[in-house]
Nanobody, 114 residues
Framework: QVQLVESGGGSVQTGGSLRLSCEAS????????LSWYRQAPGKRREWVAT???????AYADSVKGRFTISRDNAKNTMYLQMNSLKPDDTAVYYC????????WGQGTLVTVSS
């Protein structure tokens, strides 16, 4: 059974940094495409960043230059380094794994105060 567990969320002030982690189990992690999504209060879930199984990366325009997605296949873990955080980054952040079948984590809350 595939499980994704996010961690690293919390509360920071504008300009601060956080690093989110997503640890996977029950899957051949190195073969998976991985993404981060987020959902702000009252808004639809939106895509944030993707890293492929070949380490190609893509980012939403809203986070480009501030967020960095990475993966450590030896640890079955994906990361999202978030710098220069803004109040608009406040959301529940979800990891997403694509192996042809799709899996979501439970989410971790990030709150950025002004």
């Amino acid at each position: 059974q595939v499980q994704l567990v996010e961690s690293g969320g919390g509360s920071v002030q504008t300009g601060g940094s956080l690093r989110l982690s997503c640890e996977a189990s029950g899957v051949i992690f190195s073969r998976a495409g991985l993404s981060w999504y987020r959902q702000a209060p009252g808004k639809r879930r939106e895509w944030v960043a993707t890293i492929t199984n070949e380490n190609s990366r893509a980012y939403a325009d809203s986070v480009k230059g501030r967020f960095t997605i990475s993966r450590d296949n030896a640890k079955n873990t994906m990361y999202l380094q978030m710098n220069s955080l803004k109040p608009d980054d406040t959301a529940v952040y979800y990891c997403y794994l694509d192996m042809g079948r799709f899996y979501w984590g439970q989410g971790t809350l990030v709150t950025v105060s002004s």
